[in-house]
């Protein structure tokens, strides 16, 4: 399968690209998402460690998997997570971007914002990977410094780029990172391994209302300063 061509295209898939929640049933072969997370290596890391691993969770696995996440988020179940995903406490700045986000998404599901019942039942949905075809864990070596978490974080953006570029859709989902032990039990993980964030890609549901949904970005004002 060819490689991607340098530059062919990256404005586009950038600005495509979104967290999809909506997945067609359609496969996406093996070769494929190999070919994906070789181009995604290619993102830079200090000393060139390349940190992190990609688990991609099948078949009977996967449905253990998703069982017991949901088990245990119904439930009400809490583990401590292998790393703080957020600031605590989260400044007033930061929370209305969250609120935001919240209702881009469920004002493009028609979901009110007292319908308890409606959004736990999209939030449940994290942990079925949104029923795509491909859901993947991604985990980080516990030795590895905080700076080896930027240059994941760089490698999982080159999938999803990657993905972009032919067609596919991904999504990020932080919800597993609250789950750790469930997940390196379930898995059978060695204890080595941090959990970073899960990952669906597949080929999006182009009708599906939640796919609609978009988040607005700072301005650049907000992020970029000329100095001297």
């Not at 093996?30 to 460690?49: D, E």
């Not at 972009?164 to 390196?184: D, H, K, N, V, W």
């Not at 993980?189 to 700072?218: H, K, M």
Request: aromatic share 8%; with cysteine.
């Amino acid at each position: 399968m060819a490689g991607l061509r340098a530059h062919e295209g990256l404005p586009d898939w950038m600005d495509a690209r979104h967290s999809t929640r909506a997945y067609a049933p359609r496969e996406v072969p093996l070769p494929l998402l190999q070919n994906l997370l070789v181009q995604a290596r290619r993102a830079p890391s200090g000393a060139n460690l390349q940190p992190g691993h990609f688990y991609a969770v099948q078949g009977e696995m996967r449905q253990r998997l998703t069982t017991a996440l949901e088990t245990a988020w119904a439930a009400g179940a809490q583990e401590s997570e292998d790393y703080p995903y957020f600031p605590r406490p989260l400044p007033l700045s930061l929370r209305r971007r969250q609120v935001a986000a919240a209702q881009a998404l469920y004002s493009a599901l028609a979901v009110a914002r007292e319908d308890r019942a409606g959004r736990d039942r999209q939030f449940a949905r994290n942990f079925r990977f949104f029923d795509a075809p491909v859901a993947m864990v991604i985990t980080i070596d516990r030795s590895m410094g905080s700076g080896c978490y930027m240059d994941l974080g760089m490698a999982i953006y080159g999938l999803m780029l990657a993905a972009q570029a032919q067609g596919l859709a991904t999504c990020a989902i932080g919800a597993l990172a609250s789950y750790p032990e469930l997940i390196r039990r379930t898995l059978a993980l060695p204890d080595s391994q941090a959990v970073v964030c899960g990952l669906a890609l597949g080929y999006a549901q182009a009708d599906a209302p939640v796919n609609r949904t978009r988040t607005e970005r700072s301005p650049l004002a907000d992020f970029f300063t000329v100095l001297g």
